[in-house]
């Protein structure tokens, strides 16, 4: 069973900045892309970023492109999405999830239990 927690959530104003945290199983997180999704009220869960298990390929979406930036680190277990200039449309529950292999383009299985981001105008 691959748990994940994720952390760094909040409150911030408009233009402010994030770094959510996601922490994994050390047996074995290395082995799986990672992904960051979100979802606010009434609307359709997005799919913000992905990086593969060995960091080699990133996938950003349109929507955050240029503010918006994930990274890993292996050794302690944990993926993080840098948030920047965020923008009250940033509000939403980030959840950080698993893939199913090496490659972020792969099915998301596993999802932590999520962290409240509001961005205040």
């Known amino acids: 069973q691959v748990q994940l927690v994720e952390s760094g959530g909040g409150l911030v104003q408009a233009g402010g900045s994030l770094r959510l945290s996601c922490v994994g199983s050390?047996?074995?997180?290395?082995?799986?892309?990672m992904g960051w999704f979100r979802q606010s009220p009434g609307k359709e869960r997005e799919f913000v970023a992905a990086?593969?298990?060995?960091?080699?390929?990133?996938y950003i979406a349109a929507s955050v492109k240029e503010r918006f930036t994930i990274s890993r680190d292996n050794g302690k277990a944990t993926v993080y999405l840098q948030m920047n200039r965020l923008r009250p449309e940033d509000t939403a529950v980030y959840s950080c999830?698993?893939?199913?292999?090496?490659?972020?383009?792969?099915?998301?299985?596993?999802w932590g239990q999520g962290t409240q981001v509001t961005v205040s105008a």
């Open positions: 999830a698993a893939g199913d292999g090496s490659t972020w383009r792969g099915i998301y299985g596993y």
């Open positions: 050390r047996r074995t997180f290395s082995r799986n892309a």
């Open positions: 990086i593969s298990a060995e960091s080699d390929s990133t």
